[in-house]
């Protein structure tokens, strides 16, 4: 009897242990295909060269406004750094202290982001001569605008960060709604005859923007007319005269106040509106719009910025 019941037990523990065996093997098979899911990778292809990283980083260090007000609108929470000095005010919560300060747009912090140890940086065209040191510190995508394709590079921009965070219908449902409003936009700026001139205030100086330049796309997207066909496309922009505006005589004129985006206390409205410009047909019609510094200057190419950038020519149709 005895004998018996040592057999049976035997059996039993021997079953246990294969049943324990196979739970076990189940649980490094189920552990191993989630690391293997964690792990997958993309290559993105960028101005600077070709990338590869693990898609849904955990910790990104994004230096291009434009890209963080997307990450934002996406409702993304990667991010670790940014260079806090000038953030747009309408991204003012990334100067909190739970996001590391990675220096300023043109001067990185590369002992900051080091200590970060970041799963992705992404820049742009302001820290392009850098990309060989960030990327000694962590894979890094170049996520800037070419001005002279703006929506197509806009959107391959945007596609691209869909597909790095999965979030890939949210992205296409954003751009469509863009693309609707810029639409709604042409279809106004195509039944008038008003020509503008786009310009750039700084400290009393002026510069002037047409097609295919930073602000060209007013002009190559929008459809509004140019003032002066002439103007050189160039990132920093004509320089021009007051008597310039006056003798161009733009029936509206956009300005971008650099002072109001960098902080300065001077006023482009009161250098700019002088005896020489209140005598043009902008001025007389209150057809002188001033844009949203922040879109416009700081995070233009962004989710956000690019709706509100439609948004404020479009004032100027109604």
């Known amino acids: 009897m005895k004998k018996w019941i040592l057999v049976t037990f035997t059996l039993m523990m021997m079953a ?24 997958e990778t993309m290559t993105v292809t960028h101005e600077l060269g070709e990338t590869t990283f693990a898609k849904n980083p955990e910790k990104v260090v994004v ?22 000095g000038n ?14 300060n990675v220096g300023t747009l043109k001067e990185a912090d590369f002992e900051a982001i ?4 970041p799963d992705l940086i992404i820049i742009s065209g302001r820290q392009a001569s850098m990309y060989e040191e960030f990327s000694e510190i962590a894979p890094t995508v ?10 197509e590079s806009f959107t391959k921009n945007m596609n691209t960060l869909g597909e790095i965070f999965g979030e890939e219908e949210q ?7 863009i693309e609707a409003q810029i639409e709604e936009l042409k279809s106004n700026v195509s039944s008038s005859e008003e020509k503008a001139l786009i310009v ?7 510069s002037a923007y047409g097609a295919a330049s930073r602000f060209g796309m007013i002009h190559d ?14 990132t920093h922009g004509q320089s021009i005269s007051f008597e310039y505006i006056l003798d161009t005589n733009p029936d509206v004129m956009f300005v971008v106040d650099r002072n109001a985006a960098v902080g300065n206390d001077a006023s482009a409205k009161e250098s700019l509106e002088n005896e020489l410009v209140q005598k043009t047909t902008a001025y007389q019609n209150d057809k002188i719009i001033y844009l949203d510094p922040d879109y416009w200057y700081l995070s233009g190419g962004g989710l956000e910025s690019v709706s509100q950038m439609v948004t404020g020519i479009q004032s100027a149709f109604e």
């Open 200 to 206: 750039l205030a700084n400290e009393g100086k002026v």
């Open 142 to 151: 170049h996520m800037g605008v070419d001005t002279t394709k703006y929506m």
């Open 221 to 234: 997207v929008f459809g509004v007319k140019q003032a002066d066909e002439g103007i050189e496309a160039s």
């Open 63 to 84: 230096f291009d406004f434009g890209i963080l007000d997307s990450m934002d609108k996406l409702g993304v929470e990667a991010v670790a750094g940014v260079p806090q």
């Open 114 to 117: 080091h200590a970060l140890e």
């Open 16 to 39: 246990f242990l294969v049943a324990c065996g196979a739970a076990e093997e189940a649980t490094e098979e189920n552990t191993a295909g989630a690391e293997t899911e964690e792990k």
């Open 171 to 177: 992205v296409k449902e954003e751009l469509a709604s």
């Open 87 to 100: 953030i747009p005010t309408y991204l003012e919560k990334y100067e909190d202290t739970k996001y590391e």
